[in-house]
């Protein structure tokens, strides 16, 4: 079994350290005693304005993160991760060209022997 990269580790945190703030913040406010019936009450009470952007944060929110999820852990941003280690790192050409490391080396640059 191989371990996880940076990428992959960093993608895993975020969306555990999201998981756990909002745990936390419907714990905290069901700790201080405030419904859901309250919450609602109060977004109301603000206004449409602050209504919509609500609801807009919370819809764009797991758009976002799952984004920086999926480039955070694509081809180009593990190569750049495990070339950051000082390992040598031999990839396709358009990988090794979005990543600027001599540690990151284009397959058609460097002869491979099969054993």
Known sequence: MNLPNRAQVDTAAR??????????????L??????LEQVQSVIAACGTLVNDIVVLVGALAPLYLAFRGISSS?????AAAVAATGAKVVTTPEIA?????PNVMS?????????
Not at 20 to 28: E, H, L, S, V, Y
Not at 30 to 35: H, L, R, V
């Open 15 to 28: 969306y555990a350290g999201t998981i756990a703030a909002t745990a936390f913040a419907i714990f905290g």
């Open 30 to 35: 069901q700790a201080k005693g405030i419904t």
């Open 74 to 78: 694509s081809a180009t941003a593990q």
């Open 97 to 101: 060209a979005a990543v600027p490391s």
């Open 107 to 115: 397959a058609t640059d460097v002869r491979i022997v099969n054993k």
